[in-house]
């Protein structure tokens, strides 16, 4: 289950309350007794070299010059902008060590990686067992009958990044609008379990089969039927087992329990099948996406337990029916179902994000008032996939690929095979609606067409299946194989097919120069951040006396009822590898802060419900995209999901405007009050006295935006002009979700520069150091720019790793270069909670903490931090008193 943390720790004047802690699977289960089947961390401890090597997979080769590292790892800590494929490709080699118990030996190991990036080979104590022709897709290995129990033992991985064509993407980076990264860049486990036991669906290898499918049917106001089917794989003698289904809804109550007699032959698999009716079932939905936990249970006829683990489900039916709309659940969906496309790569970090990152990528997302995501163009982390099915996230399934089609036979037959690995994976996820089994963007065979759309059909042979594909015949006339098309709405030839619009929003002028208003970098103000936020609410202009639209929120909105939704590209900003310049056309940058544009998007979030939906507020909220600037526009314009705006300026009403717009198909418009900000007037309110300088803003100079609903003011947010930077602040960004010691977990922290007040001094040029203390360590590397880091729009990101134990991380900040009038720094520090999952090394990195550290030397080092800070304190008081002075003299002077 998960769990709310209640830390009551205070430290520095912090006080640290309830976290969320979220529930991840692991190899495509949730653990529920380990002594019966168990998930080990296997991340820590590897043995790393960015380069080729002959010899690496022998037991006996030196690897001892080699840096060690945990996973995940993605071969490299890269600068901000990391485009252009600046990024190493080739061979890399990693080594793990490690030892495992004798009371292991009876039972089945399992070697798991969540993905390695390009192909690789995998060696057991030298003996190659896999050979990889995939970056995207988990490999789930028996390993053992190679491992020495009691004994050391090695895995050895060459990860090859390089280009590739004889598998998808296929590709080559220098020509891709995204970028592959490498390395072992997910996790990586050893799954321990019994002789019989549940299979993996990858490894089982069996179509339409393999592990645990569940499906539904015959939904009405009362039932709904549900059918399981389980592949039970027996490696000892003939015997007869006990099976056993126990559904608990979200509050763990009993909903449905079977149980079952059946024969399990020696060394084979058998199929058991479940069929069952629920009462009264709660419904998964976007905005209530209530999960079930399938509990499975298997036990010999004496009561010895054989396996025992659960699957996360959720009860749910979808239909496509054309122009009468998407339906859910039997119902009409009410609304259009916007969102966006999600590539997976974070500032430094490449591909190789750990859990929590994934899920606050997710909840971001949702936040943002999105309801679907299209993968972007691969399969996603299962962290992610995870939060989706949580936070009420659609999701369109996709497989790797990109504007590339290779003739050669192997080429389709690993498209073939990622169509499959696809749908075995991600099958029973409440998410998924929709499933993209085609390359992006790409000319393929009608062939193809076929297989592809047959090969989905045979691996859920059920209803409610639904492919999608190009509508535009130019790129192929393959339409008819699939359910659904790709297209802006409906199509005249296919007047039955539903439609989704899979990218919108992105307006270059050619493909070569990429200048667009839809690309705009943070750091390069309001005036396009605002520009991009308004192009992605609506885009038109006369072309030779003619209107001319482009897609966007207006557009997807006035669409008809075939138009089930609509995924703009792309809500983060991330690298590209045929391209110079990343793409910058986020609502949120590379570290996942927040641009304008943000609170566009959140404006369609509602301001009631959504109460089971973890971190996600749907509460009124008003937000002014102005920032009082000398240099900032005549118009204010304001973001809200109210139903009207008053705005006062410097005490005085300008004016109630609508949110809610009669001509607009958009449920809220953004809200423009024109030609009412003049540097001028808020010059001249915002007037202090020369002892002024540690005062707050001037109450005549603030601009207050009040949200309404109902004729009633149920919000506001206020700007002043931001004052003389006088500190940094931080803040963790960590989404209320709690930080794991298990030396991989990422915390990202924020350093603003900021007045007295706390508002944001925005247009600023410094650079901000970082220094972390205690159970974690910053994630860093010289001359790439992350610490030091120059201010973009005010704030910089501090990445901070976790160690294996927990305890307090402590972070400061402070300027690079320090004197006597700049910003005084910040201290901060967070709580990290243990992990739940046992791990296996012999080693760790320098830089991760084993074992007790000492909290003298914590304390230690945060006595000098306080004195220092004492200490500049009484100098910067001093030192105010002689400006006070200072200002004085102007003061008069000027009068």
Known sequence: MNRLIFLTLIFCGIVFSQKYNPEFSTAGFYETDKSVRQAIDFNIGWRFIKKDVIGAEKIDYDDSKW???????GLEILPLNASGSINYQGPAWYRKHFTLNNDLNKKKIMLHFEGIMGKSKIWINGVLLEENYSGYYPVHIDITNYLNFGKPNVVAVRADNSNDKSFPPGKPQELLDFTYFGGIYRDSWLIVHNNTYVTHPLAEDKIGGGGLLVHYDNLNEKTIDVSVSINIKNEEKKKSALVELRLLDNKGLDVFTNKQNIVLESNKSTNYISNFKISNPKLWTPDNPQLHDLHVTIKSTNGELLDKFKKRIGLRTIEMRGDDGFYLNGKSYPELLIGGNRHQDFAHLGHALPNNLHYRDALKLRQSGMRVIRSAHYVQDPAFMDACDELGLLFIATIPGWQFWNKEPIFMERMISDVRKLIRLERNRPSIFIWEIIPNETHFPEIYAQQATKAAKEEFPYKRLYTVTDAREMRGKNQSYFDMLYANDKIPKYPKKSIFKREWGDFVDNWVDHNSVSRVAKQWGEAAQIRQALHYFKEE??????????????????????????TMWHPFDHQRGYHPDPFWGGIMDAYRQPKFSYYLFKSLIP??????????????????????????????????????????????????????????????????????????????????????????????????????????????????????????????????????????????????????DGGIKRLSDEYIKFFISGEGTLIE???????????????????????????????????????????????????????????????????????????????????????????????????????????????DFIQ
């Open 607 to 756: 301001y009631e419900g959504l109460k089971n939906v973890p971190g996600v507020q749907a509460s009124p909220f008003v937000y002014i995209a102005h920032l009082l600037t000398p240099f900032s526009p005549k118009d204010v314009t304001i973001f809200t999901n109210c139903e009207e705006v008053k705005l006062t300026m410097y005490g005085e009403e300008i004016g109630v405007k609508k949110a809610i717009d009669n001509t607009s198909p958009v449920p809220r418009i953004p809200v423009i009050f024109r030609n009412v900000f003049k540097y001028a007037d808020v010059r001249n309110k915002n007037k202090k006295g020369y002892n002024k300088i540690n005062s707050s803003y001037s109450p005549e100079s603030v601009i207050k935006a009040e949200g309404i609903i109902n004729g009633k003011v149920v919000t506001e947010h206020k700007r002043w002009p931001v004052g003389r930077k006088r500190k940094l602040l931080l803040k963790i960004d960590d989404s209320n979700i709690q930080p794991i010691a298990n030396g991989s977990d990422i915390t990202p922290v924020v350093a603003y520069l900021t007045d007295v």
């Open 67 to 73: 840096n060690i590292v945990n996973l995940p790892d």
């Open 541 to 566: 202009w006369f072309e030779k006396g003619e209107l001319k639209t482009w897609p966007s929120l207006t557009m997807s909105y006035a669409a008809s009822k075939s138009l089930v939704g609509a």
């Open 781 to 891: 590397k010289e001359n790439i720019g992350i610490n030091p880091q120059k201010v973009l729009w005010g704030e910089s990101v501090a990445l901070v790793r976790s160690s294996l134990n927990s305890g307090v991380v402590s972070v400061r900040a402070e300027l690079l270069s320090e004197g006597i009038n700049t910003p005084d720094p910040a201290y901060l520090e967070f709580v990290t909670e243990k992990s739940s999952k046992q791990f296996i090394f012999d080693e760790i990195p320098k830089t991760i903490k084993k074992g007790n550290i000492s909290p003298k030397n914590i304390n230690d080092t945060n006595q000098l931090n306080l004195l220092k800070n004492k200490i500049d304190s009484l100098k910067k008081k001093l030192q105010d008193f002689k400006i006070n002075e200072v200002g004085k003299q102007q003061q």
